[in-house]
């Protein structure tokens, strides 16, 4: 399924002109001189893919930087992952985060016969339609919340919150007992064996619930279902949609008021939202539309939004944290009190950075979900 010539054809990466921008705008290059884009590219292809891979593989981010600012739109993190994939069939070690307990219960999950309590957490507020063809797809927060517990992450707060807004435009739903992680980040990882069996299981767990669209509020989910599921699964035909996409139009529309919250928060891009999706606007429309809220940008945003330093779970060390802290201080510098994500990785990893800070030289703005946010400012429901 990975074939190396498809891939180089794919990827594009013989159309590299040597010009060094991938390096100049890569995060990871800002801190590490020995991280190169171009030359591990170059490296790759004097074998033709196939010989030993370099060790820099695993220092990627897939922030996908890069490729914003290649002339020929060189796909230099598809062309990472494959190395990645390749070198793992070569039987590389790789020194993955938090101890591998994020793919150890990614790996559990690809069990045919796993059973799960997925919706322990579900409040009685919270309306759910059984017989609907639309899935709200929660992704791993579940596991999220009880993994990364010390750090005070609570990534299910966005899932509540984003379900609640759903309840209030009357979108009717269902959730999934059995749904399983979307893969992503074991794609990313190269193990394609892990990321195909996860994905098999969800489309059978779609397939026996008849679900038809699916909405979800965690980009890496979003762009998952939406553009890998295609081009690995035969005759996927389910319509996706990130959670911003079914708000922001129906806030434009007047179908759908948000209330008032006095604060000042910044906006910050995840990746896979923004590089990758191309999901922008939506997100500050929905903070816009919150009265009393202002809204301060940080230095970097957009397409040139900072990452939030770290990807699949994979090598997280101290250029990792200098990233985060640098997008922490940019934070900081607009004067904001939250920094607001519609990602829960982003989430974790920032808040992991705040935890783990040394001589409090990082910047301790509370970071909270996008959703969370929005559903706080609704006013109580009148009484039909």
């Not at 979307?182 to 489309?203: M, Q, T, W």
């Not at 319509?239 to 000042?264: C, F, K, Q, W, Y």
């Not at 989430?347 to 559903?375: S, T």
Request: aromatic share 8%.
């Amino acid at each position: 399924m990975f074939d190396s010539q498809s891939v180089i054809n794919d990827t594009k990466v013989r159309l590299c002109l040597d010009c060094g921008k991938c390096t100049v705008v890569c995060p990871v290059a800002g801190y590490d001189p020995d991280f190169n884009p171009r030359l591990i590219v170059q490296a790759a292809l004097r074998h033709n893919a196939s010989g030993p891979m370099d060790e820099g593989i695993w220092s990627c981010i897939s922030c996908r930087m890069c490729v914003e600012r290649c002339n020929y739109s060189v796909k230099f993190t598809d062309f990472i992952t494959f190395l990645r994939y390749k070198a793992l069939a070569q039987g590389a070690e790789v020194e993955y985060s938090h101890g591998g307990a994020p793919q150890s219960i990614m790996h559990i999950m690809c069990h045919r016969d796993t059973r799960q309590n997925r919706l322990c957490w579900l409040p009685d507020d919270i309306e759910i339609t059984k017989q609907c063809d639309t899935a709200f797809f929660v992704g791993c927060a579940p596991y999220f919340d009880v993994l990364f517990s010390d750090l005070g992450v609570r990534t299910l707060e966005g899932s509540k919150g984003a379900l609640r807004l759903l309840n209030r435009a009357r979108i009717p739903f269902t959730l999934l007992r059995n749904e399983r992680c979307c893969g992503r980040d074991l794609l990313l990882a190269g193990d394609l064996e892990g990321f195909l069996a996860l994905a098999r299981a969800n489309v059978q767990e779609f397939s026996r619930r008849g679900i038809k669209n699916v909405i979800t509020n965690c980009p890496e989910c979003y762009y998952t279902l939406k553009v890998d599921y295609p081009r690995f699964l035969e005759n996927w035909d389910i319509d996706v949609m990130h959670m911003t996409e079914v708000i922001a139009p129906l806030i434009e529309s007047d179908n759908l008021a948000l209330g008032r919250l006095d604060r000042t928060v910044t906006y910050h891009d995840p990746c896979t939202l923004g590089r990758y999706s191309r999901i922008f606007e939506q997100p500050r429309r929905i903070l816009a539309s919150i009265e009393g809220l202002e809204v301060v940008e940080m230095a970097d945003n957009r397409e040139k939004a900072l990452c939030c330093g770290a990807s699949p779970w994979v090598q997280c060390g101290a250029v990792n944290k200098q990233i985060q802290k640098e997008r922490l201080a940019q934070a900081g510098a607009t004067g904001a009190d939250v920094l607001v994500t519609a990602c829960p990785k982003c989430q974790i990893h920032l808040k992991c950075a705040q935890r783990n800070a040394e001589n409090n030289d990082v910047c301790q703005i509370q970071v909270q979900d996008l959703f969370q946010l929005a559903a706080r400012s609704l006013s109580p429901e009148e009484p039909s």
